[in-house]
């Protein structure tokens, strides 16, 4: 897997735009970039993934730079729900192994 | 997506024990995982479990003590053997859905929480 790396934590204010940004310089040409969330002691949430166009789902929105060297993920409208650790992956065999590292803890303030 | 469920959802044990965690999904799936997440920590990956064949196993661990099963495209079970205190940990199953591109997705199961005393 590319190594990726993440702020070890974030606040936002309820109803903004959450960014989480992630660094990936090692990424190959052929590695997607995947977000997942982990809201406390529950099982991993996907949330998006792309390769290199900008992609948005009904959860968040992924923007990657053109050299693909890192992303944002980005969260709209947040709310006390989004709070939750949110992983930045980017593996190397499609998406069967994934490589959890330690992720953005995300906070949204009330 | 799929929908995952996995019994049980948190078990007390003994050391010395086993536990078998049953991982079940709603459709037919190519690959199904199990993962370990330590109390504080993110999450390992144990294993890939093989359909009617042995499972892979990751470095660090190891059939005997992580036998795993998987009899169909939609069942699979983790046992954790012999535990100690320090297996204690969130045990999940995940599965890849998807047509072999790059719309493949792994989705997770709610986990199963084992506290060894």
């Known amino acids: 897997d590319a190594k990726t790396t993440q702020p070890t934590s974030m606040d936002c204010a309820e109803g903004r735009a959450a960014n989480l940004p992630c660094n990936h310089s090692?990424?190959?040409?052929?590695?997607?970039v995947y977000w997942y969330r982990q809201i406390h002691s529950q099982g991993p949430q996907y949330i998006i993934h792309?390769?290199?166009n900008n992609e948005t789902n009904e959860m968040a929105s992924l923007i990657i730079t053109e050299d693909r060297k890192s992303s944002t993920l980005i969260l709209p409208h947040a709310t006390l729900r989004d709070t939750a650790v949110y992983y930045c992956i980017a593996p190397n065999f499609g998406n069967e192994k994934l490589t959890f590292g330690t992720g953005t803890r995300l906070t949204i303030i009330p | 997506s799929a929908v995952i469920s996995q019994k049980p959802s948190r078990d007390i044990c003994q050391r010395g024990t086993s536990l078998t965690i049953q991982c079940q999904v709603d459709?037919?799936?190519?690959?199904m995982f199990w993962y370990r997440q330590q109390p504080g920590q993110s999450l390992t990956l144990i294993a890939t479990a093989n359909q009617g064949s042995e499972a892979t196993y990751e470095s660090g661990f190891v059939i005997d003590k992580f036998p795993i099963s998987r009899p169909n495209l939609t069942f699979s079970t983790l046992t954790v053997s012999n535990m100690s205190p320090e297996d204690s940990s969130i045990y999940l199953c995940?599965?890849?859905?998807?047509?072999?591109?790059?719309?493949?997705?792994?989705?997770f199961g709610p986990g199963t929480r084992l506290t060894v005393l």
């Open positions: 995940s599965v890849l859905t998807g047509v072999g591109d790059s719309t493949d997705t792994q989705y």
């Open positions: 792309g390769l290199k």
């Open positions: 090692t990424i190959s040409g052929n590695e997607y």
């Open positions: 459709s037919q799936v190519t690959m």
